[in-house]
Each structure stands twice: as C-alpha cells, then as structure tokens.
C-alpha cells in the first residue's frame, strides 16, 4: 500500500468485533488514517489506547471520513447506523462511501445503496469470507457489489483485507453471493457432521476417514477446519452458530420471495434451529454434530 | 348485534353475508371498492374506512392478508383504533404471525381496544357454508361476548388461550395441511405412476390410517384435475413461511414443513402461485419427469 501512486485515505471504521478489529489494524498499518466509532466504547478501547481517534457519533466519524466500513450483525444493525438519528448520512458529503463488510439481506443493501445514491453517497456492499483467521491473515475472499467506479476507489483497501477480490455486479449482488457462500458452507458442514456420524456407528476411526476423503472428491474447506474440529469435539467458535443461523434466515426468505426452492438448505435450516434450542448458538457449527448424537 | 367487517375477499365476503344471514347488522369496508356490491345489496352499511366501521359497531372484524394489513386497519391512519369507543373488541380473523398478533393487540389494548385472535380452517366452501373452525386467543370475556357471531360463521370454535393462542394453533393447522398436501400428492402421483388408478387408491385409502379430511377433498380435486381456487397456493406459502419464521425464532426443528416450504417456494416460482395448493400434484409429477399440466 506504500507504493508508488497509492493514496493513503481517511477511513472511518464500525464493527470492531473478531472480524472487524483485525481488518481495522491492517488498514491501519497499511498507512491509513483510521478513525473509529462504537456502540460500546470498551471495544475500541485497545485501537484508542494506541492513538486511533473514537469519534462521539457515526455522523461525527462520517464526516472527517472519505469511505466509512461497517462490519457489525443484522441488517437493521446497518440501516441504523446509516440512517439513524446521527446516522452516516448525516454525515457524509457527497462523494463520500460507505463500504458495508456486515452479511446483511441483499434487498436492504439495494435498498440503503438508493437512498445513498439520492444524495450523491457512494454504497459497496461487500461481505467476507474466511473467518477470524481470514482477517488475521489478510487472506479474506470479498465479493463486492457496487458500481465500477465506486468500487475502483476502494479496491486499495480491500487488496489490504484480503487476496481474493470478485465484483459481482451491481448493490446487493455482493450479498447474493455471499448468501450462496453460506448455503454451500453450512450445507457442508452438515455433510461432514453427518459423515463423522456414520463412520462413528460403524465404529470406524473417524479421524482416519477425514484424512482420506481429504485426498480425493470429497475434499473440503469445510472438511478441513470443522472437520477436524468435530474428530477432536473441540466445538469453540470459530464462526459462532448463532451467526450462520441469523444468515439462513435471510437467505430462506429470500427465496420465499422469489420462489426459488432451496430443498437441502431447507433441511440444514432445520438442523440449525436445533443447534439453537440446545443452546448451542455461541459454540462453533461444527456443533451439528452433537445435534445429531442427541 | 351491530358488528363492522373489514376485507372482502374470499373468505371475508361470505363470512359477513352469514352475519347478516343470522340477523346481524354488518357495517362494511373494504379496500378494493369493488368487493362491497354483493354485501351493499345484502343490506349491510356502506363505510369510508375502518375509522367508520368502528364508530358504527362496537365489534368489528378484519380479514386480510397478513401483518401490516392487520396493523393498517386497525392502527394506521382511519383505522379500528381511530374510531373505536372504549370497550371496543376488534376480532382479526386473517392468519398472521403470532408475534404480530401480540404486539397487535398490546398496542390496541394502549388505545382502548381488546384484541381477540381468531383465524379460521376450513376454506372458502366452509366460509359459505358456515361451518368454519375457528381458533380464538384473547380475553375469556371479550370471547364469550362475541361466540354468537362466531356460531354465525363457524361450526367448531375453540378458545385457545390468551392473545396470540389463535394464532399458534393455525400455524399447527398450517403444518400439518400444508404436509398434508404434499403427501396426497406424492401418493397420487406414485400410484399414477405405477400405473394404478388414484381414484380407487384414494377410496380405498379413506377406509384406514391414512383417512384425512386433505385425503378426501383435496385428493378428489387432485383427481378431477380442479386447480382452481379455493386457495392459492401462494397463500399457503405465506402461512408456511409465517410458521418456519417462528421455528426459527424459537429454535425448533420442523424438517417435514420446511421441506414443503420450499415446494411452494417452487409453485409460486413456476408460475403455480395462483393455482389451488393442490396444483403442488402438478409440480410434483413435473418433478418427476411428467407433464404437470
């Protein structure tokens, strides 16, 4: 990011959770002049201590910002943080972007993408994959949706957060990929729960199978990490359930919506919501597993 | 009594001529214009809005089509609540979420209002004929004083529990039709597809365990070909969607119903939507590499 022709940019930053913090000090360290808000003061508290400004409002961090990123739950999570009283909206001066890193419903990120647009504020939806570890590592995948242009400015930053960059098409379809993400994901994680539980019943070293399929077709993302976190029934998140939960939701209402049948994840939604009601929902997914062992 | 109905349609519509049938005077609106003649030329009173409605009868009645429907009519601007007087009960009688109806009525009880909860099974046949079943949630009192316009509408009526009760045991009604549903249709088909006659299956079928009431009406209408509606498919969508909504909420595990859920996810996106839910035979033989026509 130092190189030659590379701007440093004023950036505001909300979210600073196991995702968002790590993003924050990479952008930092990139040379950045980051700036940051949040809903409870104490999670700022580190980047503060080492001179990063906390500003009193988002209004307050949008205006001395030229692209404000979002990284927090739910998609009225970011509706409030954009056009909520002191909001980013009120804010930003036009020309000014708000990069949304949060998975959210793609039609709230059109939605906030338009009312943005009216006042001449540039929108990029662009949630992540790949975890705490991802953004510990840079090595984040992001999947943009946004207008060339508006993405082109803020392609810089995302070449510090992460390796691989996809523009998906316009606002929101940056969340319709990520909503394909999640179902592929989880729906494998189911796979892999319900492999070890078969291999398990025939009394078959379970670890010995994973190793194996990880060789051939079968091999995953999903087969390495929560695979071998079920072989070792180490279920601390990694991504908390409860988080993959909320995201089927919206992707299932989503196809509601546009009539599309979605007949395994409806299944895998189910085993979800079971995960939840045994309360399991700050564990790690791989607690699917023990779904199926009760 | 004087009683005021709110939403025409389908099932609103006969529901309120049987009112007026049992000597009721009904004090009518609706959105769609249109829908109010058959009731106009029955006697009912013409009203501007559901403000009106509500400053004619001390008792009114929504049916429409979901949540923010309900909440137009009953707390938007010249809603229930702008014309009620104190004591007023308003009866919503749509199939909503019952989180919905909760807020709904907590927020009606804020203006003066009880809010009962009564959504009904049993179709547009049974909202002619009079022999809804109705499934009430709300105060004991308010219940008993409205039960004769329940007796003009329905057969069966139970008092399920407090606001919202009425609407938990029609989203149970919800699961186990819309499952049902399903199952004849796979069975037909499967017995077409073996070359089997469905109408002797069927007929055979109601003699044992697998006798419904899904089994015997909606498996004729499946046999006859009749995919009009009736209800829509899409309708049963929304209730389907209302009840996975609330799992997911709570927690709770319905494999069987979210499997359903998505094949009318796939009337409606193939065109279905408008057809009676027993057109899902017609996705299901499509599913199976037949016509579906």
Same mark, same amino acid.
């Given at each position: ?9 004023? /950036? ?51 205006? =001395? ?43 709230? *990120? ?110 995953? #993302? ?19 359930? =409860? ?52 | 009594?004087?009683?005021?109905? /709110? ?46 409605? *509500? ?72 909202? /002619? ?40 045991? #029609? ?20 017995? *077409? ?6 109408? #002797? ?89 037949? *016509?579906?026509?």
């Amino acid at each position: 990011m130092n190189g030659a022709g590379e701007k440093h940019m004023k /950036i505001g930053f909300i979210g600073l959770g196991v995702m968002g913090e790590p993003m924050a000090r990479h952008l930092r360290a990139a040379g950045h002049d980051l700036a940051v808000w949040a809903r409870r003061p104490e999670s700022a508290a580190a980047l503060v201590a080492e001179g990063v400004p906390l500003c009193a409002t988002p209004a307050e961090l949008a205006a =001395r910002s030229e692209v404000v990123i979002t990284i927090v739950t739910a998609s009225a999570d970011v509706e409030g943080l954009a056009f909520g009283p002191e909001g980013l909206a009120a804010g930003f001066a036009a020309g000014r972007i708000h990069v949304d890193m949060s998975t959210i419903a793609p039609a709230t *990120a059109r939605s906030l993408a338009a009312r943005y647009a009216e006042r001449g504020i540039g929108w990029v939806d662009a949630p992540v994959s790949g975890g705490g570890q991802g953004a510990r590592d840079a090595t984040l995948a992001i999947m943009a949706g946004a207008e060339d242009e508006t993405l082109a400015r803020v392609r810089p930053l995302f070449e510090v957060l992460g390796k691989r960059i996809v523009h998906i098409g316009p606002p929101g379809a940056g969340q319709v990929a990520k909503a394909c993400n999640q179902m592929i994901m989880v729906s494998t994680i189911q796979a892999c729960a319900e492999a070890v539980s078969l291999a398990s019943a025939h009394g078959v070293d379970v670890a010995a199978v994973r190793q194996a399929l990880m060789g051939g077709s079968a091999g995953s #993302k999903v087969l390495e990490v929560m695979g071998a976190k079920m072989v070792e029934r180490d279920f601390t998140a990694g991504i908390e359930a =409860r988080l993959h939960h909320k995201d089927f939701a919206i992707l299932m209402d989503e196809a509601a919506k546009l009539g599309a049948p979605l007949p395994v994840a409806a299944q895998v939604w189910q085993q979800l919501n079971a995960l939840m009601g045994a309360g399991w929902g700050r564990e790690d997914t791989s607690s699917l597993l023990r779904v199926l062992e009760r | 009594m004087d009683v005021g109905f /709110i939403g025409l349609g389908l099932m609103g519509r006969p529901m309120a001529l049987n009112l007026i049938k049992a000597g009721h005077r009904v004090h009518a609106w609706s959105r769609r214009r249109e829908s109010m003649q058959p009731l106009l030329d029955a006697g009912a009173g013409d009203c501007a809005s559901a403000a009106e409605v *509500a400053r004619h009868a001390s008792i009114t009645i929504s049916m429409v089509a979901d949540a923010p429907d309900v909440e137009q009519v009953t707390l938007g601007a010249d809603g229930v609540a702008d014309g009620a007087s104190p004591g007023h009960i308003h009866i919503d009688m749509s199939t909503i979420a019952p989180a919905a109806a909760q807020s709904i009525a907590a927020r009606l009880a804020e203006r003066g209002v009880v809010a009962l909860d009564a959504p009904v099974s049993g179709g547009e046949p049974g909202a /002619i004929a009079g022999t809804l079943t109705i499934m009430v949630g709300g105060e004991l009192e308010a219940c008993a004083r409205v039960q004769p316009l329940f007796e003009a509408m329905g057969k069966s009526i139970t008092r399920i529990g407090e606001a919202g009760a009425g609407q938990v045991a #029609k989203a149970c009604n919800q699961i186990i039709t819309g499952v049902g549903v399903a199952s004849v249709a796979e069975a037909l088909n499967f017995a *077409a597809r073996s070359g089997v006659d469905g109408a #002797k299956v069927r007929e055979a079928l109601l003699g044992g365990f697998a006798y419904s009431r899904i089994l015997e009406n909606h498996g004729q209408r499946m046999l006859e070909r009749n995919f009009k509606p009736g209800f829509k498919a899409w309708m049963h969508q929304k209730d389907v969607r209302i009840v996975m909504d609330e799992a997911h909420r709570l927690g709770l595990a319905l494999p069987t119903a979210a499997a359903t859920m998505q094949l009318f996810n796939a009337m409606a996106g193939s065109g279905l939507g408008e057809d009676d839910s027993v057109a899902l035979l017609k996705l299901i033989e499509r599913m199976s590499g037949g *016509a579906g026509e």
